[in-house]
């Protein structure tokens, strides 16, 4: 694969990147292209959750990709990102979130960042514009169990410089999401990263609550929850993680 080319656009302020990015890939917008902005009006997160961070606190990016992948492997891509911004995170502050299944890093029990990808287009390749915003000098919500890279390690890292390095360990993983040797190396260091492995778990699906051991994911990266015995493939759905098992570390 060519080196991606990364066009980077800049907000001051603007209702959601994820919002304005998914616009341009309708219009045929090339893999690498970025949306960032100091401030989102309306942040958003899954399930029509918002994302809220004052003005220049935190990375509130989002990145185009087309990869060679199906629809059903979206978390690939999610998983792809996030260990990304995982390792541009220890890179520059040396703090080393855990990733949680679906879609957060975690220090913790607190978030320090949340994903949010969407498919645009199933065409030749799926377009896919992948959000991410990470608390760096603000430590999200009252209400919400969250914290910040400067409360964490002290450092204060500036949105530009935390989207350099993100893009280029990003760079260095993403032309695995093309190939099927890749995608295994993938989920190989995904499932390292996933503290939500091993875990006792309680799923929030749409129309039922599972409670299992989380035990690994699959080719789709799909969590496999075992329920009574059972292997189940849980694809969305809110995981919450109950407790850590006997002599396990968290
Ligand atoms: C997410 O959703 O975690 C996805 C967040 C994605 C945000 C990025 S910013 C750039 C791009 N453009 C967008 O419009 N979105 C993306 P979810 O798992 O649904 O979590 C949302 C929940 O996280 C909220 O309901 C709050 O409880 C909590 N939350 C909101 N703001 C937060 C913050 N700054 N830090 C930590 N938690 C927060």
Redesign the pocket.
């Known amino acids: 694969m060519s080196p991606i080319i990364w066009r980077i656009e800049h907000f001051d302020e603007i209702d959601?990147?994820?919002?304005w990015l998914a616009q341009r890939a309708l219009e045929g917008a090339p893999e690498g292209l970025v949306a960032v902005a100091d401030f989102?009006s309306a942040?958003?997160?899954?399930?029509d959750?918002?994302?809220?961070?004052p003005p220049g606190a935190?990375l509130?990016?989002?990145i185009l990709l087309r990869p060679n992948v199906a629809p059903d492997q979206l978390q690939l891509v999610v998983a792809c990102v996030a260990l990304a911004a995982r390792a541009a995170l220890v890179r520059l502050s040396g703090v080393r979130p855990a990733l949680k299944w679906p879609?957060?890093l975690i220090v913790g029990d607190a978030?320090i960042a949340?994903?949010?990808a969407e498919i645009v287009a199933v065409d030749e390749r799926l377009a896919v514009v992948v959000?991410?915003?990470v608390?760096l000098t603000?430590e999200?919500?009252a209400n919400?169990v969250?914290t910040s890279v400067r409360a964490e390690s002290g450092v204060t890292i500036t949105p530009p410089a935390l989207l350099d390095i993100l893009l280029d360990e990003l760079e260095a993983r993403r032309a695995s999401l093309d190939s099927s040797d890749g995608q295994a190396t993938l989920r190989d260091e995904y499932q390292r990263a996933l503290v939500t492995l091993g875990r006792l778990v309680r799923v929030e699906r749409t129309n039922d609550v599972l409670v299992g051991l989380a035990t690994s994911v699959d080719e789709f990266g799909q969590l496999i929850v075992v329920v009574n015995g059972e292997e189940v493939a849980v694809t969305v759905g809110d995981v919450v993680h109950v407790r850590v098992p006997e002599g396990e570390q968290s």
Do not use: A, F, M, Y
Not at 16 to 19: F, M, P, Q
Not at 49 to 53: G, K
């Open positions: 959601s990147t994820n919002t989102q942040g958003r997160g899954r399930l959750r918002r994302w809220e961070s935190s509130l990016c989002s879609n957060d978030k949340g994903l949010l959000g991410i915003g608390n603000h999200g919500p919400v969250s």
